[in-house]
């Protein structure tokens, strides 16, 4: 059995677990994640309008080009500072003048819209084949946007800048995610495919024990917080939430 049929089967036994260290959120209660939850929607900046517009909206309606500079625009503006190693403003400049070439964005956006519409929860029990066509797929998303800045590949910036806002289900896999879930500054797409399979394991059993869905009931601490009545959150976006403020 391949390494990958073989972390799915190991995940449908109740064998998995083995990637991501959730000590920090055991015993979490519904008032806990609560919680944590609202610190995060009353930090001061655009983080909640920005998601929503930006997932919602500019996602489906932009440009191919229009998407990906709008997306950039975003990430380097304030409170997401991934704009370190200049990857946003490169990227952004290179589709401006034809570095990046129309069809190179087209195809781009064309293998992260195509990823399986499979919620996080679900991936523990999904069938291997459609594990292996989203590991293909993210393992394909970065190569290119690697390919476009050499720094545009790490972890942190695909699933925080591309597949959080475009997909919905990854996390951001930033600094904070990391540390309260003790993964390394390197993670390879296999090691991200398996910390997704796992996290998904750990939301089906925080739902099941409280008897709630993780993204229903974010999006309700959301809008109840911000005054608003934002779209619902996908769920990667809320798991991401709730483990910014344990970090």
């Not at 996390?171 to 997704?196: C, H, I, W």
């Given at each position: 059995?391949?390494?990958?049929?073989?972390?799915?089967?190991?995940?449908?036994?109740?064998?998995?677990?083995a990637?991501?260290?959730?000590?920090?959120?055991?015993?979490?209660?519904?008032?806990?994640?609560e919680?944590?939850?609202?610190r995060?929607?009353?930090?001061?900046?655009?983080?909640?309008?920005?998601?929503?517009?930006?997932?919602?909206?500019?996602?489906?309606?932009?440009t191919?080009?229009?998407?990906?500079?709008?997306?950039?625009?975003?990430v380097?503006?304030?409170?997401?500072?991934?704009?370190?190693?200049?990857?946003?403003?490169?990227?952004?400049?290179s589709?401006?003048?034809?570095?990046?070439?129309?069809?190179?964005?087209?195809?781009?956006?064309?293998?992260?819209?195509?990823?399986?519409?499979?919620?996080?929860?679900?991936?523990?029990?999904?069938?291997?084949?459609?594990?292996?066509?989203?590991?293909?797929?993210?393992?394909?998303?970065?190569?290119?946007?690697?390919?476009?800045?050499?720094?545009?590949?790490?972890?942190?910036?695909?699933?925080?800048?591309?597949?959080?806002?475009?997909?919905?289900?990854?996390?951001?896999?930033?600094?904070?995610?990391?540390?309260?879930?003790?993964?390394?500054?390197?993670?390879?797409?296999?090691?991200?495919?398996?910390?997704?399979?796992?996290?998904?394991?750990w939301?089906?059993?925080?739902?099941?024990?409280?008897?709630?869905?993780?993204?229903?009931?974010?999006?309700?601490?959301?809008?109840?917080?911000?005054?608003?009545?934002?779209?619902?959150?996908?769920?990667?976006?809320?798991?991401?939430?709730?483990?910014?403020?344990?970090?």
């Amino acid at each position: 059995m391949g390494g990958r049929e073989e972390r799915a089967a190991k995940t449908k036994k109740g064998m998995g677990m083995a990637f991501c260290n959730f000590k920090a959120l055991e015993g979490l209660t519904l008032k806990e994640v609560e919680a944590s939850i609202t610190r995060y929607s009353r930090l001061s900046g655009p983080w909640l309008s920005q998601f929503d517009t930006f997932f919602c909206l500019t996602r489906s309606t932009a440009t191919p080009q229009e998407r990906i500079t709008d997306l950039l625009d975003i990430v380097r503006g304030s409170g997401w500072n991934m704009n370190r190693q200049g990857q946003c403003s490169y990227i952004t400049q290179s589709v401006k003048t034809g570095v990046i070439s129309k069809a190179q964005v087209q195809d781009f956006w064309r293998v992260v819209d195509d990823l399986p519409d499979l919620q996080l929860r679900d991936f523990p029990g999904a069938a291997p084949e459609i594990l292996r066509r989203i590991e293909a797929s993210l393992d394909r998303i970065r190569r290119t946007i690697c390919a476009w800045h050499s720094c545009a590949g790490t972890v942190c910036f695909v699933t925080k800048v591309i597949l959080m806002f475009n997909w919905g289900q990854s996390p951001a896999f930033d600094t904070r995610v990391r540390s309260v879930l003790k993964l390394g500054n390197y993670m390879s797409t296999d090691e991200l495919m398996q910390s997704l399979v796992e996290i998904g394991s750990w939301i089906g059993k925080f739902e099941a024990d409280n008897g709630v869905q993780l993204d229903e009931f974010s999006t309700s601490i959301m809008n109840r917080e911000c005054g608003r009545s934002l779209h619902p959150l996908p769920l990667g976006r809320s798991f991401d939430m709730l483990l910014f403020s344990l970090a």
